[in-house]
């Protein structure tokens, strides 16, 4: 279920042709699989994240601030629905001022068309399989992405990147997909669905 907006009345901004929507002259092609795939017993649960500490404004500081002053490796992150006010930022221990670096695999079991939404407070700026997905990289307050419509040409394991931040007083970092031949409902991206190597 969508939580904070609501997957009710994103399914009427759906509808009324208001806000959100699909479009198929905006579907997302050429996303490039891993190729080798990564060795199963070599994957680990969850996606790594590196944190970097600092009053960002958008998610393109966060390259030029990481050559200058080390991160801190991160627990890595399960699931992207993080839905928490005032809370910590994700896995960093800390409530303001960070940015994340996140990177490991996406995997897709099938071919198809898969529609792609994000939840995001501050910036967000999404890659997968070298192809932006979701680009939203300044201060915001909650909001959703347009509904992606991403084609998959090849199942398996893609590599994911993701540059975010949290500037002050609320966070949230959600991904949702609908796979090919869904009922319309989106849901998570399940826990199952993100790996990463060791050392990343």
Do not use: C
């Amino acid at each position: 279920m969508l939580r904070g907006f609501g997957f009710a009345a994103l399914a009427v901004f759906v509808l009324s042709g208001t806000g959100l929507s699909v479009s198929a002259a905006d579907k997302i092609t050429g996303l490039e699989v891993s190729a080798p795939q990564p060795a199963v017993d070599q994957l680990q649960p969850g996606l790594a994240v590196t944190y970097y500490f600092n009053k960002f404004e958008s998610t393109g500081e966060i390259p030029g601030w990481a050559k200058y002053k080390p991160g801190v490796k991160g627990e890595p992150i399960t699931i992207l629905d993080y839905f928490v006010g005032d809370g910590d930022v994700l896995t960093s221990g800390r409530a303001d001022h960070v940015g994340a670096d996140i990177r490991g695999y996406m995997n897709f079991p099938v071919a198809g068309t898969y529609t792609i939404a994000m939840q995001s407070n501050d910036g967000v700026d999404l890659k997968i399989g070298g192809k932006r997905i979701v680009y939203d990289p300044d201060v915001h307050s909650d909001r959703f992405s347009e509904l992606i419509p991403v084609e998959i040409a090849t199942p398996g394991w893609y590599p994911l990147h993701l540059l975010y931040f949290e500037k002050q007083v609320t966070s949230t970092l959600e991904l949702y997909w609908l796979k090919p031949g869904g009922d319309g409902q989106l849901d998570f991206v399940p826990e199952e669905a993100f790996a990463h190597l060791p050392g990343e």
